[in-house]
Nanobody, 116 residues
């Protein structure tokens, strides 16, 4: 079965940095594009970033451009999200996502809290 496990969240100060990780299993990781989405408290799900299967193409929501960097290590079946210059509005549960033959799979998420 497809499994996605996020990690790396926690409490950070405004202006700080975090690196989130998503460990994938149950499918041929290198054959699929990956993405990250987030859900702030009381808000809907917001797509934030995507990366092509080889890692050459990356995409970002306007709200995070210039601060977030998505990357992947296909040898480790892992996708990363580096968050710089954290803002309070980045506070959210961050989820890893993959579409495999028409089905969307999600991890359980990792919580990022930005507060002074």
């Amino acid at each position: 079965q497809v499994q996605l496990v996020e990690s790396g969240g926690g409490l950070a100060q405004p202006g700080g940095s975090l690196r989130l990780s998503c460990a994938a299993s149950g499918f041929t990781f290198s054959s699929y594009a990956m993405s990250w989405a987030r859900q702030a408290p009381g808000k809907g799900l917001e797509w934030v970033s995507g990366i092509s299967r080889g890692g050459s193409d990356t995409y970002y929501a306007d709200s995070v451009k210039g601060r977030f960097t998505i990357s992947r290590d296909n040898a480790k079946n892992t996708v990363y999200l580096r968050i710089n210059s954290l803002k309070p509005e980045d506070t959210a549960v961050y989820y890893c996502n993959v579409g495999v033959r028409g089905m969307n799979y999600w991890g359980k998420g990792t919580l990022v809290t930005v507060s002074s």
